[in-house]
T-cell receptor, first 115, second 109 residues
């Protein structure tokens, strides 16, 4: 298993540009999440999905969009990038919902700079 | 507003000592609580989760949960320099986790 993979690892965007951050997991997990982490801070939830075709907003969804057409993929779209979106973005997935066998995996992250 | 509070540290302990990390949360309805370790420049790694009052032990790690006082703690016994990292506390709210800002732990050899 590759686990959770994210691409790209690094990206520099100009203000107003758009991009898609890719996230793929090969563990057949239903639950997938996008977080952002600003320096010295914890993770803030952007969007999450409980299964293919189902997405919902987290704490900080403004300026982002997601889709979940398959179980494996959960891309995050940034429209009209702003300097406030400079951050490290993590994708995560898990199977059971907080069960005894709960396991969660994070991707390696995408470091995004908007200038 | 769901809040999870942690002392940012850094918490410095000598090698071999017990490191004690604390976390408080605002919502009494939360049922599950998580501790993550994050090395600098890396993604978080789940090390413990707990959902019953009391202690849960896994190797050198012990998670302690007190729902009445709304706090959860992580004890690391026999601390090693390799334990130096940021430790994130997370609290479950429905399908989501709310994270604290993390406590930096430094273990000095």
């Amino acid at each position: 298993n590759a686990g959770v993979t994210q691409t790209p690892k690094f990206r520099i965007l100009k203000i107003g540009q758009s991009m898609t951050l890719q996230c793929t997991q090969d563990m057949n997990h239903n639950y997938m999440y996008w977080y952002r982490q600003d320096p010295g801070m914890g993770l803030k939830l952007i969007y999450y999905s409980v299964g293919a075709g189902i997405t919902d907003k987290g704490e900080v969804p403004n300026g982002y969009n997601v889709s979940r057409s398959t179980t494996e993929d959960f891309p995050l779209r940034l429209e009209l990038a702003a300097p406030s979106q400079t951050s490290v973005y993590f994708c995560a997935s898990h199977g059971d919902l907080w069960g005894v066998n709960y396991e969660q995996y994070f991707g390696p992250g995408t470091r995004l700079t908007v200038t | 507003q769901k809040e999870v509070e942690q002392n940012s540290g850094p918490l410095s302990v000598p090698e071999g000592a017990i490191a004690s990390l604390n976390c408080t949360y605002s919502d009494r309805g939360s049922q599950s609580f998580f501790w993550y370790r994050q090395y600098s420049g890396k993604s978080p790694e789940l090390i413990m989760f707990i959902y019953s009052n009391g202690d849960k032990e896994d190797g050198r790690f012990t998670a302690q949960l007190n729902k009445a006082s709304q706090y959860v703690s992580l004890l690391i016994r026999d601390s090693q320099p390799s334990d130096s990292a940021t430790y994130l506390c997370a609290v479950e709210y429905g399908n989501k986790l709310v994270f604290g800002a993390g406590t930096i732990l430094r273990v000095k050899s």
